[in-house]
C-alpha cells in the first residue's frame, strides 16, 4: 500500500523544469506583443490575397491559413492581460520599424501572377523566423512562471509547421522553369535583407545572440 | 496589394467564364416556362430536368462558394483596426476557413453528381455586394443577404437529397447549412454592433439588404410557394438572427415578384 503520508519533493526526479528564465515579465509582454503584430499582418494578408490568386487549390489553403494565424493573434492577445498589460492593443505593435517594413514589403504583391512571390514570403521567409522566435522563447523563458506562454507558443508552432511544410509543398509545385527559380530566389533575398535589418520578428536580439551594429543598414550584412 | 479589390480583378484560371446574373433572371422565357409547367417548380426528384437542374444549382453553389472566400478574406484586410475591429476581422478569418472547406465539399460533390469544374458559368454578384466600402453594408448584403439565401438554397438541396435518396448530398448540404447559419448570425451581430450609435447607418445598411434580397427574389426564383424553386429555411433563419418580421419580408419579395413577372407577360395572376 502507498502512503500518501510519506513526504514526497515537489518536483519529480524527471522533472526537470528551473528558475528563473531569461525573459522578465516586460520582455515577455513585449515579446508577445510583437508576434500578435506580425500575426495580424500576416492573416489580413493572407485574406486579402485569396481574391488574387487563380490557383484553386492555393486559394484555399490561404483561406485555412488566414484562419490560423488570426487564431494564433488571438491566443497571443490572451496572454498580455496575464502579462501586466491589461489593454492588449497597446503592446501589439511592431518591434521596430524594420519589422513594418519587413510587413509592407512582404504584403505588396497583388498581380494574379505574382503567386509565388506571395508564397516566398510567408512560407520561405516569415514562417521560418517565426518557427526559429516561437522555438527560442519557449526554450528560454522559465519553465516555471512562463509557461502559459510556452503552452500557447506549443500551439501555434504546430499549426506553424504544419502550414510552412503545406506553403513549401505548393511552391514546389509551382517553381519548375529557370525564371521561376529566379523570381523565387529573388523574392526569398529581398526579404531576407529586410527582416535581418529588423533583427528577426521581435528585433534585435529574437534569438538571443549577441546585437550586431549593422555598419550600412540597406546591405544587410552583420559585421 | 491595395484595399478594395474590384470585382474584374478576381482571379480565376482558364476554366471559370463569368456571366452576368440579371441576363439569366431577365430572360423572358424563365416566366414564359413558368406558366407553361403544369406542376411545382420545386426541385423534384421524379421530374425528368431535376438532376441538370440540380447540377447546375449545384455548380453556381460552388462559385457562389469561392467568392464567398474571397469576400470574407478581402474583409479582413480592407478595413483598418478603426473601421472594422480585430475580433470582426477574426470572425471573418473563421468564415474563410468555413468557405474553403465549403468550395472544397461542393468540388468533390460535383464530381458525385457528374458535374465538371466551369461546366456552368460564373455570375459574380456575390463578391460585388462584397465591394462597398462599409463595413456594415458589406456584412448586412453579403453575410445577411447571400448567405441568408445560402441557408434557404443548402436546406432546399438537403431536402433534395433527401427525397432523392441521395445521403451524400443530404450529408454535405446539412454540414455547409449549419455554417451558413453561424455565418449569417455573425452578419446580424456585427451589423447591430457597428451600428449601434448610428441609426441612420443601421437603415443604410438594411436598405442595401434588402435591394440584394429582392434581387433573389427576381421571377419568384426563392418564395414560399410551389412556384419558387428554392423555398425560404424559416427555422434555420430564425436560429441566424433574422425575426419573423423579415423573414416575412422576404417571402413578401417573392410574391410580388412573381405578381410583377405575370404583369410583365402581359397575364393575369
Ligand atoms: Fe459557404
Ligand atoms: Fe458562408
Redesign the pocket.
Known sequence: MVDGRKPRPAFAPWDRRALPGLFDVEESARRVGAYAWLEMRLFEALGGWIATVPELDVKLVLGRHCYHHAWHAEQLQQRLPELREMNPARLTLPANEGIVAFAEALIEPEAAELTIEKLVGVFRVLLPRTIAAYTYHLNGTSTITDAPTIRTLNFLLQDEFEDWREGEMLLQSLIKTPEQIERASERAKSLEALIVVAGGIAGAGTLGEEVYELENKSEAVPE | MKRFLPVEELARDERFIRSDLAEGFSDPRNGRVRDRTISTARLQPDRAAAPDRARSLMHGIFVG?IQ?LEA?GRTTFDFDDTEAPFALKLDMAR?CW??SR?VEISVKLGEHMGTEIGEYTEATFLYEAACVTDPAMRLAGV?RA??GL?IDVFNTMKDFGQASGDPVLKFCEDW?LA??V???KMGSDWLRRLTERDPERRERALEFQRAVDKLFSLGGFRGETDESPIQIARRFRELAGFDTKEIDEIAGLAAESIAETRALLGKTG
Open positions: 462558394e464567398a470574407a468564415q468555413d468557405e465549403h453575410n447571400l448567405e445560402a455547409m455554417d451558413e453561424t455565418h449569417v
